[in-house]
C-alpha cells in the first residue's frame, strides 16, 4: 500500500498564510494529500470552514493550532492538535493573545510611520477580517507600498528583531501551553524548535519540564530546523518517547514553503489521534 501522505502544519487567512481555509483545502487535495492538519496561529476561527470543505474530496482535516508562547526573549510555537476549541482556558487564552498581537502591531506600525509612508489601514486591507494579525501582514503592506520586494525581505529589513520598530507580544510560558492544550484534550507538539540561528531554542531541561507538563511530540522535519539541532531533536524524542512529525508549514504564497514537502510518517498521526480525546479527524 502507497504511503499516506501526511503535513500537520500549515496557515491559512485566519492568520498568515494567503489562502482561505476552503482554498487552502483545495490546495491540499492538488498537492495530493491524504491529510492535512489546519494550524492558524492562536485562533481556531478556520475550522468550520475547513471541515466543510474537505466533504467528498477524501481528504482528511486534522483541525489544530499553533499557539505563541515566549520564553524570555525566545517565541516558542507549540502545535496543538484535535483540542476542544471551546474549552473555557484555552478560549481565553487565544483572545487575550490576539488582542495583544492587534495592539503590538499598532505599536510597530506607529513607529514604521514615523520614516515610511504607512498607515494602520495599509495594514488591515492586507488581513481578512478578524484574522490573528501579526508581522506577515506588516510586511505585505510594506510589499504593497514598494518599500520590500516580498515577505522574507521585509522580515530581514524593516521588521527586523533588531530594526528597532520591533516589539514582542504578551504571550504565556511554554510550559502553560502545553498544560492548557492538554487540559482540553488535545496533542501539543512542540514546533520547529531548532530554528537557524536562534538555537538551541529550549534547552535540554527546559525540554524535560515541558514533557513532564505533558509534551507529546517533536516537529523535526521542518525546512528551519539546522541539521545538527534535528540530531539532537532525534535523541530527546527517543529520550522521552515522544512522536516525531514533519510538515510543510505552508502559509500560501506569504513563504516558499510548499504543502507536502515534508510529511509525517502515518503511525505517528495514530499516535496523535489515539491520544487525543477533544475532537477527532475530520474524514472528507
Ligand atoms: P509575529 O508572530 O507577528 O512576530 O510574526 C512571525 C510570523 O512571521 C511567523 O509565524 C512566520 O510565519 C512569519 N515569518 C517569519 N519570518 C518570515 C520570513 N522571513 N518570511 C516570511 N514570513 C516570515
Ligand atoms: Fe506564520
Ligand atoms: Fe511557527
Ligand atoms: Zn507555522
Do not use: C
Not at 510594506?142 to 521588521?159: C, E, M, N, Q, W
Not at 509534551?215 to 535523541?235: C, F, Q, S, W, Y
Amino acid at each position: 500500500m502507497p504511503t499516506r501522505l501526511v503535513d500537520l502544519h500549515t496557515h491559512s487567512s485566519v492568520s498568515d498564510g494567503t489562502e482561505a481555509p476552503a482554498a487552502l483545502i483545495a490546495s491540499a487535495v492538488r498537492a495530493g494529500l491524504d491529510t492535512v492538519a489546519l494550524t492558524d496561529h492562536d485562533s481556531t476561527a478556520g475550522w468550520a470552514e475547513a471541515s466543510a470543505a474537505v466533504a467528498g474530496t477524501g481528504l482528511t482535516l486534522v483541525p489544530g493550532m499553533e499557539l505563541s508562547t515566549r520564553l524570555g526573549l525566545n517565541s516558542v510555537h507549540m502545535l496543538g492538535y484535535l483540542f476542544d476549541p471551546a474549552h473555557p482556558g484555552l478560549v481565553a487564552e487565544t483572545a487575550r493573545l490576539r488582542d495583544s498581537r492587534l495592539h503590538r502591531a499598532e505599536r510597530i506600525v506607529e513607529r514604521i510611520a514615523a520614516d515610511y509612508d504607512l498607515t494602520w489601514g495599509d495594514v488591515l486591507a492586507q488581513a481578512s477580517s478578524g484574522a490573528t494579525l501579526g508581522r506577515p501582514h506588516i510586511a505585505d503592506a510594506l510589499v504593497a507600498k514598494g518599500y520590500a520586494p516580498d515577505r522574507s525581505a521585509a522580515f530581514g529589513g524593516i521588521l527586523h528583531w533588531r530594526s528597532g520598530y520591533y516589539e514582542p507580544h504578551e504571550a504565556p510560558s511554554p510550559l502553560i501551553g502545553v498544560r492548557l492544550i492538554r487540559d482540553a484534550g488535545g496533542v501539543p507538539v512542540i514546533a520547529h524548535p531548532a530554528t537557524r540561528g536562534r538555537e538551541p531554542n529550549v534547552s535540554s531541561e527546559g525540554f524535560e519540564a515541558l514533557v513532564d507538563a505533558g509534551l507529546l511530540g517533536v516537529e523535526i522535519d521542518h525546512r528551519e530546523n539546522t541539521t545538527a539541532g534535528k540530531a539532537r531533536l532525534l535523541e530527546l524524542a527517543r529520550r522521552h518517547d515522544l512522536l516525531v512529525t514533519g510538515p510543510s508549514d505552508s502559509h500560501g504564497d506569504g513563504k516558499p514553503n510548499r504543502l507536502g514537502e515534508n510529511t509525517t510518517a502515518p503511525d505517528q498521526l495514530d499516535r496523535i489521534v489515539d491520544a487525543a480525546t477533544g475532537w477527532v479527524p475530520v474524514r472528507g
